[in-house]
């Protein structure tokens, strides 16, 4: 896996839940990698995540990405729309 990408919020990762399911047990998900859970966007099962600096964001989003019931984990990018 690459480093985040340069306009990535440090410290802060996506998680998307295959199901509500899979997402009724992301508290000993992200206890086991010391996160912590910042907000669900809208209704769907994605999550933001914020790690501490002493714990590598590439090697908690390579481990989550893996967990059952994780569709995807991913850097938080901040984009910019052109008007």
């Known amino acids: 896996m690459q480093n985040p990408p340069v306009n990535a919020v440090k410290g802060r990762i996506l998680v998307a839940f295959a199901d509500e399911a899979a997402a009724k047990k992301r508290a000993e998900i992200?206890?086991?990698?010391k996160a912590k859970e910042i907000e669900r966007i809208g209704s769907t099962p994605l999550y933001l995540i914020e790690?501490?600096?002493?714990?590598?964001?590439?090697?908690?989003?390579?481990?989550?990405?893996?967990?059952?019931?994780?569709?995807?984990?991913?850097p938080?990018?901040?984009?910019k729309t052109m008007k």
Not at 55 to 66: G, R, T
Not at 76 to 79: A, K, S
């Open 51 to 74: 790690v501490g600096p002493e714990i590598s964001v590439k090697e908690v989003i390579a481990k989550i990405s893996k967990e059952p019931g994780v569709r995807y984990a991913e």
């Open 76 to 79: 938080d990018i901040i984009v």
């Open 30 to 33: 992200f206890a086991r990698y």
